[in-house]
Nanobody, 124 residues
């Protein structure tokens, strides 16, 4: 599986961005898809994930502001980010895995496939 993330950029605080991640492969619908981020000087952290059945999970930092969704017909997962804050500035990585249980979703080590990352910069 290859993942191609896009949609990052520079946005003012309070603004919105939508990240997209296109996956290769014919079994996209069976994968758990997610987003992680890493800010400068900080550890990588979980942002959101969507299971094969549509169930979603979010980090507390994004609840109420971020929405993850998927379009299986387009092999694409999205991350809609609203009310962006300066602390959301980071490189955002798309991830995928087919064999993952719910308790593992928030751990980066659980995912076999990672995209190249897209930079989101929020100016205050």
């Amino acid at each position: 599986v290859q993942l191609q993330a896009s949609g990052g950029g520079l946005v003012q605080a309070g603004g919105s961005l939508r990240l997209s991640c296109v996956a290769s492969g014919r079994t996209f619908s069976m994968y758990t898809m997610g987003w992680f981020r890493q800010a400068p000087g900080k550890e990588r952290e979980f942002v959101a994930a969507i299971r094969w059945n549509g169930n979603t999970m979010y980090a507390d930092s994004g609840k109420g502001r971020f929405t993850i969704s998927r379009d299986n017909a387009k092999n694409t997962v999205y991350l809609q980010m609203n009310s962006l804050k300066s602390e959301d500035t980071a490189v955002y990585y798309c991830v995928a895995d087919r064999s993952i249980i719910s308790s593992e979703v928030r751990a980066g080590s659980s995912y076999d496939y990672w995209g190249q990352g897209t930079l989101v910069t929020v100016s205050s």
